[in-house]
């Protein structure tokens, strides 16, 4: 069997370098400057952002880096390291949305975005991408090029929202509307957030629920693997990811029906009631006999208690508890594959022989129908345990996945 690729993080230096020198070789001049932001891992929390309720990222170092200069015209050149020969343009006058076709409409949008939140300073602008964030690996490289692409217009421009966590949300909107509305890839927060808010060492915990200010959405939770003799394992399972075909979307609009039906705002309601009750089960159970749709019901029985493990897991992990933190993962993939039947086979196996090889806990992580998963394991178990689902991919007929080191990373920033 062959042996399974680890795909290890450029750092800064590589990266800026590698981002400056296609930026030179393709636009003929030197960048303003060099960015970077991280892909980034939810440890749980799945399919609860848009529902307002509470998810727990941290930042991967594995990081995309944007070299970019402004123009004194409206027209957007974009080139990545994935394709270096093939530059992509638009011009932002005039633009609407939807307007921009391929990968472009992801940094093209943030800009347009800008524009359209009344930053008429933010105009045209040379960039060059280089990534080492696994595409399609359900660990958020779209976000890391849209904050990345912020935080690099923000500077340029010297709008001033780059320099705490709070002004920072008014970049993360620019991204969160770039995907949205110009890509039109739905999603509902968490990405963007972990993106440009997580610190070191730490996992975001973000709450999601309407209304709160940007000092009020997160906490900062220590997350420090080695304290416990642990690792944690990405494993990208490299079935085809998509969250533009409609599943996606079809899911949170669900949600929000079963929200209508229930005469609550958001499902976060329905949660924050249940865990205040006597007996959460039958309060869960009355909810749930009051929709009429059986995939509905089990819809919202997964958002109603996958936001209910997230804290649960915060806590279990604080004081060491390994077992129940792995069983939290456990409930979470089961749910994942089960109520809300976002899992493919790949996603299932690899979290099936991660367990068998000896993981506190395994599930699926990002959006599902593809992606990557993530298993909680013993310090130097990883290699090992990702050798294991390689083996069994094999035998199955799967592609043959990749593996990524992770740890508690920091947020975007500029690196040169």
């Given at each position: 069997?062959?042996?399974?690729?680890?795909?290890?993080?450029?750092?800064?230096?590589?990266?800026?370098?590698?981002?400056?020198?296609?930026?030179?070789?393709?636009?003929?001049?030197?960048?303003?400057?060099?960015?970077?932001?991280?892909?980034?891992?939810?440890?749980?929390?799945?399919?609860?952002?848009?529902?307002?309720?509470?998810?727990?990222?941290?930042?991967?170092?594995?990081?995309?880096?944007?070299?970019?200069?402004?123009?004194?015209?409206?027209?957007?050149?974009?080139?990545?390291?994935?394709?270096?020969?093939?530059?992509?343009?638009?011009?932002?006058d005039g633009l609407m949305a939807g307007g921009v076709d391929g990968w472009a409409a992801y940094p093209v949008?943030?800009?347009?975005?800008?524009?359209?939140?009344?930053?008429?300073?933010?105009?045209?602008?040379?960039?060059?991408?280089?990534?080492?964030?696994?595409?399609?690996?359900?660990?958020?490289?779209?976000?890391?090029?849209?904050?990345?692409?912020?935080?690099?217009?923000?500077?340029?421009?010297?709008?001033?929202?780059?320099?705490?966590?709070?002004?920072?949300?008014?970049?993360?909107?620019?991204?969160?509307?770039?995907?949205?509305?110009?890509?039109?890839?739905?999603?509902?927060?968490?990405?963007?957030?972990?993106?440009?808010?997580?610190?070191?060492?730490?996992?975001?915990?973000?709450?999601?629920?309407?209304?709160?200010?940007?000092?009020?959405?997160?906490?900062?939770?220590?997350?420090?693997?080695?304290?416990?003799?642990?690792?944690?394992?990405?494993?990208?399972?490299?079935?085809?990811?998509?969250?533009?075909?409609?599943?996606?979307?079809?899911?949170?609009?669900?949600?929000?029906?079963?929200?209508?039906?229930?005469?609550?705002?958001?499902?976060?309601?329905?949660?924050?009631?249940?865990?205040?009750?006597?007996?959460?089960?039958?309060?869960?159970?009355?909810?749930?006999?009051?929709?009429?749709?059986?995939?509905?019901?089990?819809?919202?029985?997964?958002?109603?208690?996958?936001?209910?493990?997230?804290?649960?897991?915060?806590?279990?992990?604080?004081?060491?508890?390994?077992?129940?933190?792995?069983?939290?993962?456990?409930?979470?993939?089961?749910?994942?594959?089960?109520?809300?039947?976002?899992?493919?086979?790949?996603?299932?196996?690899?979290?099936?022989?991660?367990?068998?090889?000896?993981?506190?806990?395994?599930?699926?992580?990002?959006?599902?129908?593809?992606?990557?998963?993530?298993?909680?394991?013993?310090?130097?178990?990883?290699?090992?345990?990702?050798?294991?689902?390689?083996?069994?991919?094999?035998?199955?007929?799967?592609?043959?996945?990749?593996?990524?080191?992770?740890?508690?990373?920091?947020?975007?920033?500029?690196?040169?």
């Open positions: 069997m062959a042996q399974v690729e680890f795909i290890e993080a450029m750092g800064d230096e590589q990266g800026a370098q590698q981002a400056a020198a296609l930026f030179r070789e393709r636009y003929g001049k030197d960048p303003d400057g060099v960015w970077a932001a991280p892909g980034r891992v939810n440890l749980i929390g799945e399919h609860t952002d848009y529902n307002g309720g509470l998810c727990l990222p941290i930042a991967l170092p594995h990081r995309t880096y944007v070299a970019l200069g402004a123009r004194d015209d409206t027209t957007v050149r974009v080139v990545s390291d994935v394709a270096p020969d093939t530059v992509a343009e638009a011009d932002l949008g943030v800009a347009w975005a800008m524009r359209e939140a009344g930053f008429d300073q933010v105009g045209g602008f040379d960039a060059a991408f280089a990534s080492c964030v696994p595409l399609g690996s359900g660990l958020s490289s779209s976000a890391a090029m849209t904050c990345s692409t912020a935080l690099a217009l923000d500077d340029v421009h010297a709008l001033g929202f780059s320099g705490s966590d709070a002004s920072r949300v008014t970049l993360i909107d620019a991204a969160i509307r770039a995907e949205n509305d110009m890509a039109g890839a739905s999603t509902g927060g968490l990405d963007q957030n972990a993106s440009m808010r997580c610190t070191e060492g730490h996992a975001l915990r973000l709450d999601c629920r309407p209304g709160l200010s940007a000092l009020e959405n997160v906490e900062q939770e220590p997350f420090d693997l080695g304290r416990y003799g642990l690792e944690l394992l990405v494993l990208d399972t490299r079935a085809p990811h998509q969250l533009n075909d409609g599943q996606y979307e079809a899911r949170r609009t669900m949600c929000e029906q079963a929200a209508a039906l229930l005469g609550v705002a958001n499902l976060r309601e329905v949660a924050d009631a249940v865990d205040a009750s006597d007996d959460p089960q039958q309060a869960l159970d009355d909810v749930l006999a009051r929709l009429s749709d059986e995939t509905m019901r089990k819809r919202v029985r997964h958002v109603v208690t996958e936001i209910g493990r997230v804290d649960q897991f915060i806590d279990a992990f604080a004081r060491g508890d390994m077992q129940e933190a792995g069983a939290l993962f456990n409930a979470s993939h089961d749910s994942l594959r089960d109520d809300y039947e976002v899992t493919v086979p790949e996603l299932d196996v690899a979290v099936d022989v991660a367990r068998a090889e000896g993981a506190y806990g395994a599930r699926m992580t990002g959006g599902g129908f593809g992606g990557s998963i993530i298993a909680l394991v013993d310090a130097g178990a990883s290699e090992r345990i990702a050798q294991r689902i390689a083996d069994e991919f094999a035998r199955r007929g799967f592609r043959a996945p990749r593996a990524l080191p992770a740890y508690a990373a920091a947020a975007s920033q500029c690196v040169s």
